[in-house]
């Protein structure tokens, strides 16, 4: 029975439930099912003084709509922050498939709390966005993003480790690319040192990407590491 398994692997048959197109199309449906709910909790102005009527000129219900949006910019603010991550989490985790001939069970199994926080984080956008001043508002969030993040290390540390690359993938790019992972996933656990403060242990939130580009930098500019075999 090894040696069938043996010939069915070398021939290019995945064994059931790790073939990489299903869970990615997964990944991709939950992921766009919670970038759609964030929307959902901000609130709408809904009243007459935002219309123009008797006694109400342009001017003064343009005021009083700038006035309702000013007052919600934490809302906002928390929504947009929240639809960049999973937007970079699900280009990632595209180009991270793109990658794969086939998935481990452990890949697997790491997809589940990915998934399972992801799909929380609507709720988590939404109490950071009405309780902004609330230390556990931060955290949740935080903490919700910091175990989305961890979950795609996990998985791409488990894709190096069992070489499930697809022939010709380039592996040190892939390997580099983990690198830079754990470095975001490392600066954002940092950041969730500051949630006592809230709000202003955001604002170091807003400094992801430009993290994620000098880890990218640093990385890219270090020497390959030779190759044992040769």
């Not at 595209?94 to 799909?119: G, K, N, S, Y």
Request: proline share 6%.
């Amino acid at each position: 029975m090894a040696e069938v398994a043996e010939e069915d692997a070398s021939a290019g048959h995945k064994p059931p439930g790790q073939s990489a197109e299903r869970i990615g199309a997964f990944v991709d449906a939950v992921l766009a099912i919670a970038m759609t709910l964030l929307v959902l909790d901000i609130p709408r102005p809904d009243s007459a003084m935002f219309s123009v009527g008797p006694h109400r000129s342009k001017q003064q219900v343009f005021a009083s709509l700038w006035h309702f949006l000013e007052n919600r910019h934490q809302v906002l603010y928390a929504y947009v922050l929240a639809f960049i991550i999973l937007w970079v989490v699900w280009r990632q985790h595209h180009e991270l498939f793109d990658q794969f001939d086939r998935i481990t069970p452990a890949m697997v199994r790491w997809h589940f709390p990915l998934l399972l926080f992801a799909a929380f984080l609507p709720y988590s956008t939404s109490v950071l966005g009405s309780y902004s001043d609330n230390p556990l508002g931060a955290l949740l969030y935080g903490g919700n993003v910091f175990v989305i993040l961890f979950c795609r290390c996990l998985i791409q540390r488990e894709a190096l480790r069992e070489g499930v690359l697809i022939p010709g993938a380039d592996a040190e790019r892939f390997r580099r690319a983990v690198a830079v992972s754990w470095a975001v996933t490392g600066f954002w656990l940092f950041t969730l040192a500051f949630f006592w403060w809230a709000p202003w242990s955001e604002i170091p939130w807003i400094f992801t990407s430009l993290v994620a580009a000098g880890a990218n930098r640093f990385v890219n500019r270090r020497p390959a590491a030779a190759d044992p075999a040769t």
